[in-house]
């Protein structure tokens, strides 16, 4: 009989080992959590094994599936990071989403770019969002002017931008919403009606500065300001390529109309409005692109003169918008990227 020999069955016990272990999966994503609301998502984010000083991306998809039937609506964005030195990455992003009106089931997952996916875990796995009831105070409101008499080259961009003023808003804050907001005009024949994205104001007595984003889900103008307001305040703004043909000039009246609306009870609100249009030879309709200066004196990180609605921006060759205006509309190009303002129109929201 051959005698065990402790020492050889330990190296055969290490070469079975080796042979069967399944390797360590490098750059991968461990863990995605969420919570969404009526009006946000927040992300979660782990990932471990990778390289440090690599970089890397994370992209990431959000369906929700209305529990009644419809389309669903689909968030994707990413995340972009340099692994640290440990190799393990983790981050959590909040971003704004909706208002939600109805009830829906989520789903979604993350991807490490060039590695592997997994799916997100949401907590609760739907998300119940009723009817907002009508805002209690109302106002229609319309502001006409003109352009001036400089021809639009077809394949330019008009920038129509809108500011305001307000006076009433109270120490604990108020929402304002600009809502079915158009501009129309007719010119050569052609009556134009476009529309105009919406706008959510919020007064907040925990910010110092005024900052704005574009909420693509919602197609809405989201700006924040403190409770003392500016001289001037970024109300919404529209991209409009211009057609085949261009524009001549002199065009009269450029009509622009929409519903205010202030969110809570709050009587004796007065707004005053003014708008302004520019042509630019280079734009875009990437709203976020823009930069745009959410207000005149107030607005977060620019200490510049410049009007509020002024793309702070630069294009995909880190060009600013700024160079590319030009004459047209009711601008005059050079350093005068938001075009002269229209006459002022005072609006008092009723309430019920």
Known sequence: MLRKHPVLLGLLTCIILAIFATPALANHIDTATATVTCT?????????????GRSYTINYTITLTPTAGGSP????DSISFT?????????????????????YVVSGSATLKGFNTIAISFSPDTVNCAPPPPPPCMAQSSNSSNFNGTSIKSGSYIWFNANFTVSGIPSTGATI??????????????????????????????????????????NTWMT??????????????????VPSGGLSGGINPVDWQGTFNVTTDIPGI???????????????????????????????????????????????TNQPWKQFVV?????????????????TTNVKPVCQ
Do not use: M
């Not at 476009?194 to 909420?215: G, H, R, W």
């Not at 924040?224 to 109300?235: A, C, H, Q, R």
């Not at 607005?299 to 630069?314: F, I």
């Open 270 to 316: 007065s707004i005053n409005w003014k708008w302004g249009a520019a042509v630019y030879s280079n734009f875009t309709t990437n709203y976020n692109a823009l930069a745009v200066k959410a207000a005149h004196k107030t607005a977060c990180g620019l200490n510049n003169g410049d009007h509020a609605g002024t793309p702070e921006g630069v294009n995909s």
């Open 73 to 76: 609506i689909t968030v994707t």
């Open 224 to 241: 924040t300001v403190p409770i003392s307001g500016d001289d001037e305040i970024f109300l919404t703004g529209l991209s409009w390529p």
């Open 177 to 218: 919403t600009l809502t079915k907001s158009t501009i129309s005009f007719t010119a050569s024949g052609t009556t134009y009606n476009l529309a105009v994205p919406n706008a959510q104001i919020t007064f907040s007595p925990s910010v110092t500065c005024t900052s704005t984003i574009f909420d693509t889900l919602t």
């Open 83 to 103: 692994a640290p030195s440990s190799g393990t990455f983790s981050d959590t992003v909040t971003k704004p989403l909706g208002p939600l009106t109805a009830d």
């Open 40 to 52: 946000s998502y927040t992300l979660r984010l782990t990932a471990s094994a990778l390289v440090p």
């Open 327 to 343: 004459g047209g509309a009711r601008g005059g190009g050079g350093s005068n990227w938001t075009g002269s303002w229209s006459g």
